[in-house]
């Protein structure tokens, strides 16, 4: 992240005064293909504290932050608690495969700090938390709700069907969508001026796409993948 001048760190109540009730995981991860050495892919995850109600606030600025083929986003409040940039455990011979070791990594993460979480707030690591992964690849998210195979190597099927358990357990409340230009771990796997992350650690908000952008990515998307696009499948446009 570059250096900037004049930057301070505000801390806030991003519950609103909803209590310890309204906490939340919520963890993004990415997938960079063969862009380290040894042919490795990069891996970014970023965790962080967010209200379950997902209170959104439109950005008025938008000038200061242009993301790509996006015309306008929202914030919902969010504190970064954990973020990570590292190698792949394997070489990954597509993007896909790539992103598949990015949510696995971040599943398994979510999962610690989701019982750690419980430990500290209510003294009792078996109390659920909801948790929320979101990832930029809609293949990557139906492979883990489909039936069968998906015709890659048995090593990436074994990972695949490790994080369909996990799903299953309700261990995980929520796998979803988001676009690339708005997923804040995708600033770990390349180089970028990390402006969402900059957003996040100073003033606490983190950039998602708005309602509309949604129902027009559903309207575009075939229609086998138009479920993991409608709006329950997203905390933070439920009524």
């Known amino acids: 992240m570059h250096s900037r001048q004049h930057a301070s760190i505000v801390f806030t109540d991003f519950t609103d005064g909803r209590g310890i009730e309204d906490i939340g995981l919520l963890t993004y991860t990415d997938g960079a293909l063969m862009n380290t050495v040894e042919n490795r892919s990069q891996i970014g995850i970023v965790a962080m504290l967010a209200s379950n109600s997902r209170p959104r606030t439109p950005v008025t600025n938008f000038e200061e932050f242009k993301a790509k083929n996006m015309e306008s986003c929202e914030t919902i409040p969010a504190v970064p608690i954990m973020w990570k940039s590292q190698k792949s455990p394997r070489v990954a011979t597509s993007s896909h495969a790539a992103e598949i070791q990015g949510l696995f990594l971040g599943l398994d993460m979510s999962c610690v700090l989701r019982t750690f979480l419980a430990e500290i707030i209510y003294g009792n690591p078996l109390i659920a938390i909801q948790t929320d992964i979101r990832n930029d690849n809609l293949n990557v998210i139906r492979a883990l709700h489909q039936l069968g195979n ?28 988001t676009p690339g230009s708005l997923n804040i771990a995708d600033e770990m796997t390349k180089v970028t001026p990390a402006n969402m992350t900059h957003v996040l650690s100073m003033r606490n908000e983190l950039r998602i796409p708005t309602r509309e952008f949604i129902s027009k990515k559903h309207m575009r998307t075939h229609n086998a993948k138009q479920w993991m696009l409608r709006e329950e499948k997203f905390p933070e446009y439920r009524k």
Do not use: H, P
């Open 150 to 177: 998906i015709g890659e190597n048995k090593r990436l099927q074994t990972v695949i069907e490790s994080m369909k358990e996990l799903v299953d357990e309700s261990a995980i409340n929520s796998i979803s969508f």
